[in-house]
């Protein structure tokens, strides 16, 4: 590599240039939940699933859904599944046995050693769940300590309060919105950004696995403290 001309210009420190490994198209089992690679056997479980919610109000800030039938659903999880980037997962939570909803990782940066975790919808019965935690845990942890990747990223739309709670709740940091960043559904949509760094890391994944840890619930499986990250 060459080196760059002395200046006394400020620079970032040095950082390993190694290309981060792809993800694998490879289930990831946790205790309460298991991610299997989203395949079109998945599609009516998750119509089935998605059918709680009746107002359709968790398609509201995604670039997708409400689906008006069965086929609609499958075809969308057919061209889902066929994709790289996104790469997708459908979450079967261990209590229901039956798959409730999906999330990917995205936008996959192996130079730059940065990916996202995004397009995370989940049925009603999976939301504010154990598993759901958990479900998103698995990928964060797959993709920091098993790909090595120095950047996670979250990003949502600026108006989506639940989503946003739950970037902070996971430990990611604001950086800013994106004003008009994008036009979804026919719709403005400024966009919220949120990371994690390598470094951060470590902290807060000690902190989701003592949450998720088994004795972390009561009898009633309710955590007995909660989940925050470090704001």
Same mark, same amino acid.
């Given at each position: ?52 919610? =009746?107002?359709? *109000?968790?398609?509201?800030? %995604? ?5 008006? !039938?069965?086929?609609?659903? &499958? /075809?969308? @999880? ?51 769940? =154990?598993?759901? *935690?958990?479900?998103?845990? %698995? ?5 920091? !300590?098993?790909?090595?990747? &120095? /950047?996670? @990223? ?78």
């Amino acid at each position: 590599m060459t080196a760059p001309p002395a200046t006394d210009l400020p620079l970032g420190g040095p950082v390993d240039t190694t290309p981060r490994p792809l993800p694998a198209r490879i289930p990831h089992r946790g205790r309460s939940v298991t991610l299997e690679p989203l395949a079109v056997r998945h599609a009516a479980e998750l119509w089935d699933a998605a059918q709680a919610d =009746r107002l359709g *109000t968790g398609w509201t800030y %995604l670039g997708y859904g409400p689906f008006p !039938d069965a086929e609609a659903m &499958r /075809r969308h @999880v057919a061209s889902f599944a066929a994709q790289h980037d996104p790469m997708a997962w459908a979450i079967r939570p261990h209590v229901s046995g039956t798959v409730s909803g999906w999330l990917t990782l995205m936008e996959i940066q192996p130079a730059n050693a940065a990916i996202e975790l995004g397009h995370i919808w989940f049925a009603p019965a999976l939301q504010r769940s =154990r598993a759901a *935690t958990e479900a998103m845990f %698995l990928l964060m942890r797959h993709a920091m !300590d098993d790909l090595g990747y &120095r /950047r996670l @990223v979250w990003k949502c739309n600026a108006l989506n309060a639940p989503s946003r709670r739950a970037a902070e709740r996971l430990g990611f940091r604001f950086e800013g919105e994106l004003r008009a960043h994008m036009v979804v559904k026919g719709r403005r949509r400024d966009t919220a950004f949120y990371a994690m760094l390598a470094e951060e890391w470590p902290a807060q994944r000690d902190l989701i696995a003592a949450w998720l840890d088994d004795a972390n619930w009561d009898h009633a499986q309710r955590p007995r403290r909660p989940l925050r990250g470090p704001g």
